[in-house]
């Protein structure tokens, strides 16, 4: 040991620099730690989304956004539920009995919906993730069949699905369209990414 006498200031010193440099790492540190939290955006990114359905007029569409996916609201015309039975014998999966998007027990029907004037569906084909486009006038059209009851076509690769978002028999897109879990808070509002199960 070293009987040389301490520099009291320069302890004094050593003692504030070590201090204030523990200070400065602190006020660094706090945003870095905090950037890991989810931000406001992210959160409400995948928080439900609420929407009023009462401007939407009979064979039209709204979309939302849902997770940053767009969400399908389309309104069918009676004449467009009609056609639903009419193509079942054209589809890949009818009643949406595949796995890859487990459908919610209150669409298991023909039309995959809770009512059935209403049709909620992620807009994201099945295949490679474009977004169909929507060919809802019944009839012959280019790519499209003669006896074409009405619904959408992925331009990219040819996928169709009817207007319950189920897809046609031979086809790229494997599977029908994702069903998101949804519920009615009122006859003009509905709640897309909850229902009462979740």
């Given at each position: 040991?070293?009987?040389?006498?301490?520099?009291?200031?320069?302890?004094?010193?050593?003692?504030?620099s070590v201090g204030a440099g523990a200070v400065g790492a602190g006020f660094v540190a706090t945003p870095f730690i905090s950037s890991f939290q989810p931000s406001e955006r992210a959160k409400?990114?995948?928080?439900?989304?609420?929407?009023d359905i009462s401007d939407i007029k009979p064979g039209e569409?709204?979309?939302?956004?849902?997770?940053?996916?767009?969400?399908?609201?389309?309104?069918r015309t009676p004449e467009q539920i009609a056609g639903l039975k009419k193509v079942e014998g054209q589809l890949a999966d009818?009643?949406?009995?595949?796995?890859?998007y487990p459908i919610p027990e209150y669409a298991k029907n023909d039309h995959r919906s809770i009512k059935p004037e209403f049709m909620v569906a992620v807009g994201i084909c099945?295949?490679?993730?474009?977004?169909?486009?929507?060919?809802?006038a019944a009839g012959p059209q280019a790519s499209l069949?003669?006896?074409?009851?009405?619904?959408?076509?992925?331009?990219c690769h040819?996928?169709?699905?009817?207007?319950?978002?189920?897809?046609?028999?031979?086809?790229?897109?494997?599977?029908?369209l994702e069903v998101p879990p949804h519920m009615y808070l009122s006859d003009t509002k509905l709640?897309?990414?909850?229902?009462?199960?979740?």
């Open positions: 040991m070293s009987d040389t006498p301490v520099d009291n200031s320069k302890r004094t010193w050593l003692i504030a409400a990114a995948g928080a439900a989304v609420e929407v569409k709204k979309t939302v956004e849902w997770r940053g996916k767009p969400v399908w609201i389309i309104r009818p009643e949406s009995n595949r796995k890859a099945t295949h490679l993730g474009c977004s169909p486009g929507d060919k809802f069949p003669d006896d074409w009851q009405g619904g959408f076509l992925c331009a040819g996928s169709t699905f009817d207007l319950a978002g189920r897809v046609f028999k031979n086809k790229p897109a494997p599977d029908n709640l897309v990414g909850e229902d009462k199960k979740a």
